[in-house]
């Protein structure tokens, strides 16, 4: 089991967006997009470079690729809910089609581009499904004639927003190829690349995690994953405010028992996330020694 968490942008780009992951990272796209845009091969078009960590640790780390007929994928991870989001997804995917056009190129060389945004935060509430498409159509007839624009939206928080989920309530949930790779982003700390079940026996998952349990920063990177980790204090901040919900109602019932143990599982949670002890204090009410004796756990 990693202590590494996947929904870290830098994470997750270390994965998906090096050569020799490049059958992850086709694998991922092909779990999201239509059989039109299915791809074999990519090209990387902006791959992983720690070198990067020395002059912005704080840098966007999405992942850019290139497929057939020269189509164009943009793959974001992002942590925290920013003001503005659906504006800044629709920027990126402006970025990603006329970055295409070279110079003396005229429009006709442009090719469809796909934005793809994984969410750690609801963006839709307005939605239950967790996987929504998104193109241009005419109002009244729904005609699809501005056909290159696409954008997808994965809210992660939709597949899993519970702590103290098991296995089995993991797996009753996957049924497509996408699930298994949003039961990876979510709660890698419930799969074990020797022991899947056989409704998560992929072989993309098992190097995905073997892959995550080998994972090694150098010191520039272990910097910057601490750094953007740290936006994931958003996540404890809605367990915490789930928890005080859950004690509040056990004060009414008179359950004292259930509000310590729900603090007990909020802390193994965000102990799984690397969080330290002290923040984990600050966000449960716990005493030093009563998450201590959580690690051993």
């Known amino acids: 089991m990693s202590n590494i968490t996947p929904r870290v942008d830098i994470a997750f780009k270390k994965i998906f967006g090096v050569e020799e992951n490049k059958d992850l990272l086709i694998s991922l796209i092909n779990s999201i997009v239509s059989k039109e845009d299915q791809i074999a091969e990519v090209t990387l078009l902006n791959p992983y470079n720690p070198k990067n960590f020395k002059k912005d640790k704080l840098s966007i780390l999405d992942i850019k690729a290139k497929g057939a007929g020269n189509k164009r994928y943009n793959i974001e991870i992002q942590i925290s809910d920013e003001a503005d989001y659906d504006k800044r997804a629709l920027y990126y995917w402006a970025k990603l089609y006329t970055e295409q056009l070279k110079s003396a190129e005229d429009y006709g060389s442009l090719s469809k581009a796909i934005g793809i945004h994984i969410l750690n935060f609801t963006s839709i509430p307005e939605v239950k499904r967790y ?42 949930k ?93 802390a193994k949670n965000l102990l799984k996330k690397n969080l330290s002890v002290d923040d984990i204090i600050e966000i449960t009410g716990l005493t030093k020694e009563e998450v201590e004796s959580l690690k051993s756990r």
């Open 174 to 266: 996957v049924k497509t190829s996408l699930d298994i790779w949003i039961a990876f982003l979510t709660r890698h700390d419930l799969l074990n690349k020797d022991s899947l079940p056989k409704e998560l026996s992929n072989p993309s998952l098992k190097k995905a995690l073997t892959v995550l349990n080998i994972m090694n920063f150098t010191e520039e990177e272990r910097d910057a994953y601490e750094d953007h980790l740290k936006w994931l204090m958003i996540e404890a901040n809605t367990l915490k405010k789930h928890g005080e919900k859950c004690r509040e109602e056990g004060e009414q019932i008179g359950i004292g028992k259930g509000k310590q143990e729900e603090k007990i599982a909020i």
């Open 131 to 172: 996987h929504n498409i998104f193109h241009i159509t005419e109002k009244d007839t729904g005609i699809l004639y501005f056909k290159d624009l696409e954008l997808h939206t994965i809210e992660l928080k939709k597949f899993t927003d519970n702590s103290c989920e098991e296995l089995s309530d993991l797996i009753s």
